[in-house]
């Protein structure tokens, strides 16, 4: 492992004002978000959208990193230029999903776990060469009644240090992704709960693995109520009670926290992450990692047309600005 090569990336990820677009949905899933507008996913339609999003003016100046899926990392522009060279011109690096997504976890019924442990090695050596620097691995948990069991808390936590370890002996940087999912109508109290014990086996599991803290990104989900939890808690309530448990069980050896959006509206992710860097006591660099939150109006706009291409970077580029400076606490709901 070359120590110098993760924190040279990490330098270059967190930079206060950036953050980084998730741009790496899955085949199924982004034919889920093209069935919004009617579109089919094809190859080509997947590389138009992508090239709409990674052209977008002043790109840069607001994402320091892109996730892709591994399809994206291997297109190009329609001018030949490779994805991963078009991005590092826009100044952002490029980083790729390298999870193979969710299957059941047997003996925990209602839970999953990822899969994508096999042939990892190898596959992070192949995409290193095509110019991805960093990478991702999603784990879920979902809130019930009697779950998440501390059997999965657990195995899921192993499987983010495993893949953690994996990144770093290859000189890529590793997002460890623990997503507590909103779904549900548990209170914001349960969440905290879940999110405390998840956040604290990560740790554990990480600390283990002997994973170099400084050399990773942590993305994890905020403290929020449930989407179908009758009281919705207000923005501050989210912001305090999400920096409490990251205080507890984060350590400030990690550098930057980047949030997912998880199903919140765009704006009320940026709201979040705002409110959170209104305060200056945090040991972390803290901004987003967001998919939806940034991509939405954005799909929306575009529409598969070419004829929408501008208008449809016009939105994107005011999410990237709007969460850049909600990166900094200087984001305000009057700049909607
Ligand atoms: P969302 O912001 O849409 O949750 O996507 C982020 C992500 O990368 C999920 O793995």
């Known amino acids: 492992m070359s120590q110098a090569e993760l924190l040279a990336t990490i330098k270059a990820i967190a930079v206060p004002g950036k953050g980084i677009l998730a741009a ?35 790109f840069g100046q607001y994402v320091s990193g892109v996730i892709l899926y591994e399809e994206t990392l291997y297109q190009k522009h329609k001018d030949g230029t490779p994805f991963p060279e078009l991005l ?27 899969q994508g442990l096999d042939g990892l090695t190898d596959r992070l050596k192949k995409y290193k060469e095509q110019g991805a620097r960093f990478a991702k691995w999603r784990e879920v948990y979902h809130i019930g009644d009697v779950i998440p069991s501390s059997l999965a808390i ?15 002996e290859q000189g890529i940087v590793p997002i460890v992704e623990p997503e507590v999912l909103i779904d549900g109508s548990h209170t914001l109290a349960r969440c905290f709960a879940v999110t405390e014990a998840v956040l604290h ?20 989900s905020m403290v929020i109520s449930g989407n179908q939890c009758a009281k919705q808690a207000d ?26 959006s998880g199903g919140q509206s765009s704006e009320v992710a940026t709201a979040h ?33 070419p004829e929408n291409v501008a208008v449809a970077q016009h939105a994107l580029h005011k999410r990237l ?9 200087k984001y305000d709901s009057s700049m909607e």
Request: net charge positive.
């Open 24 to 58: 790496d949905e899955s085949d199924k899933t982004i034919a889920k978000r093209f069935k919004s507008i009617n579109l089919e996913s094809t190859e080509e339609s997947r590389r138009a959208y992508r090239e709409m999003l990674f052209t977008t003016p002043e």
């Open 88 to 114: 590092a011109k826009q100044g952002a690096i490029p980083g790729i999903k390298v999870d193979k997504g969710l299957v059941d976890l047997p003996n925990c019924p209602g839970e999953q776990i990822t």
């Open 154 to 168: 657990k195995a899921n936590a192993e499987m983010l240090a495993f893949y953690a370890a994996a990144c770093q």
């Open 201 to 220: 086996a990560v740790f554990k599991a990480l600390y283990k693995h002997k994973i170099l803290l400084e050399g990773m990104i942590l993305k994890p």
């Open 235 to 260: 923005v501050q309530e989210v912001a305090e009670q999400t920096l409490t448990v990251l205080r507890r069980y984060v350590p400030a050896a990690v550098p930057t926290i980047n949030f997912l």
């Open 273 to 305: 992450l705002n409110a959170m860097n209104k305060d200056k006591n945090n040991p972390w660099n803290l901004s987003f990692s967001y998919g939806r939150a940034l991509q939405d109006h954005a799909l929306k706009a575009w529409g598969g047309k």
């Open 321 to 329: 600005k709007l969460n850049g400076l909600a990166s900094v606490g």
